[in-house]
Nanobody, 125 residues
Framework: QVQLQESGPGLVRPSQTLSLTCTVSGGSITTYASYWNWIRQSPGEGLEWMGAVHSAGSTYYNPSLKSRTSISRDTSKNQFTLQLSSVTPEDAAMYYC?????????????????WGQGTQVTVSS
């Protein structure tokens, strides 16, 4: 059973870059034919798909966030990382990493086989 765990700072100042890491255990991010996703949920809002890295290494982004988002991976550590630049208070949210077989699926229940527990990010000076 693949398990995911997010890590990173809980507080980021406006205009800075948010960096979060997802550590995967129970399977390799390169051998599963999967997408490794970042998803967030702002207070009172629904889930928002931010982007993903495929097991083969290709990256995909939500067009609305693409100019500020970068996803990379460290295969030696079995981790993938989200960087979100120029954050504002509107980027405050619970951030999740998750594994899926399909790309950009919004079937949040059946489309994602494994989720991390989430990490809360606050944006404040």
């Amino acid at each position: 059973q693949v398990q995911l765990q997010e890590s990173g700072p809980g507080l980021v100042r406006p205009s800075q870059t948010l960096s979060l890491t997802c550590t995967v255990s129970g399977g390799s991010i390169t051998t599963y034919a999967s997408y490794w996703n970042w998803i967030r949920q702002s207070p009172g809002e629904g889930l928002e798909w931010m982007g993903a890295v495929h097991s083969a290494g290709s990256t995909y982004y939500n067009p609305s966030l693409k100019s500020r988002t970068s996803i990379s991976r460290d295969t030696s550590k079995n981790q993938f990382t989200l960087q979100l630049s120029s954050v504002t208070p509107e980027d405050a949210a619970m951030y999740y990493c998750a594994r899926s077989i399909g790309l950009k699926t919004t079937d949040w229940v059946r489309g994602y086989g494994s989720w991390g527990q989430g990490t809360q990010v606050t944006v404040s000076s």
